[in-house]
């Protein structure tokens, strides 16, 4: 089976690392997380859906408090503004389609979120960002309702074939398609120590971990949903496996975010970037 890997290299500064991954973010209409700027600075193509285009606008110049508010509204330009438009306020609409911002309204759909409405837009509509390596950030995507949570996380189940990446200022998760096997390589200076491992509405086969500060070796799990967290073992080699049959669901992962204020990025306090060796996850079904 083929092999996939992960690495939340998006976290750090792009003079930290090379990277062969095509990025594409979108924001969402919930406050943004405090590494946005890094996320913008990744990708190729930032979309905001409906009301997340009112985030950026208003919560982007908090970020930077030293410089001045335009300056930051025009340096960060959405690329698009998609969605059913009934949240995002006409001066935000104005100031970003005077700046070439395309809006695509699409209020006759309302039969998906705007977040499925964005992912399929990256899909299909956009020829010149190569997808061969393409994920896609999602920006304030936890948190606030849970009815919009569980919506988030439907789309990951409807893009399966897709890489996304559903983010919050404390921590982020994502799908690992059962078609594969997965690597998870933990930036440590931003990631950790907890994690969890969430199959939805049916089991995913049995788990077994080595490596962790307490192994198990469980069924994962009967029919409904299952959660556990895991507290990392600090090695420099530390190994997660999972595995079993029959393997039926593909889970969930769900990784913490760190908090560190030891240095500046760009103007703006993040996390600590002192790189220490980072850590894999092998994860077999």
């Keep these: 089976m ?4 992960h690495s939340s290299t998006f976290l750090l500064p792009s003079n930290h690392h090379s990277s062969s991954v095509t990025y594409a973010l979108v924001v969402l209409n919930r406050p943004l997380p405090r590494f946005t700027p890094l996320l913008w600075n990744h990708a190729q193509v930032r979309v905001c859906a409906d ?21 930051v509204r025009q340096r960060y330009k959405p690329d ?22 395309r809006v695509v309204d699409e209020s006759h759909d309302q039969d998906t979120t705007d977040l499925h409405k964005c992912v399929a837009y990256i899909r299909d509509l956009t020829p010149n960002l190569d997808k061969s390596n393409l994920c896609i950030l999602v920006a304030g995507a936890l948190g606030g309702r849970f009815d919009h949570e569980a919506g988030n996380m439907n789309v990951l189940y409807r893009f399966s074939t897709m890489r996304l990446i559903l983010l919050s200022d404390d921590c982020l998760i ?14 440590s200076s931003v990631e950790g120590p907890h994690c969890g491992l ?12 080595t490596g962790l500060q307490w ?6 799990s009967s029919p409904g949903v299952w959660f556990t967290v895991f507290f990392f073992f600090f090695a420099d080699n530390t190994e997660m496996r999972f595995g079993g049959v029959p393997y039926k669901a593909s889970p969930i992962f769900v990784l913490r975010l760190q908090y560190n204020e030891e240095i500046t990025v760009t103007g703006l306090p993040l996390f600590g970037f ?3 060796p980072s850590r894999v996850f092998t994860l077999y079904f």
């Design 51 to 71: 009301g997340g285009a009112n985030r950026v606008f208003d919560e982007m110049p908090l970020l930077f408090p030293s410089d001045d508010a335009l300056d």
């Design 198 to 209: 969430i199959p939805i509405g049916m089991p995913s086969g049995s788990t077994t971990t």
């Design 215 to 220: 192994d198990l070796t469980i069924a994962l």
């Design 2 to 5: 083929e092999v996939m890997t």
């Design 80 to 101: 698009i503004i998609k969605g059913d438009m009934d949240s995002v306020r006409t001066e935000v609409l104005d100031f970003y389609t005077n700046l070439g911002t």
């Design 274 to 276: 002192h790189r220490p």
């Design 174 to 187: 994502y799908l690992l398609p059962s078609t594969h096997l997965h690597e998870i390589y933990i930036q």
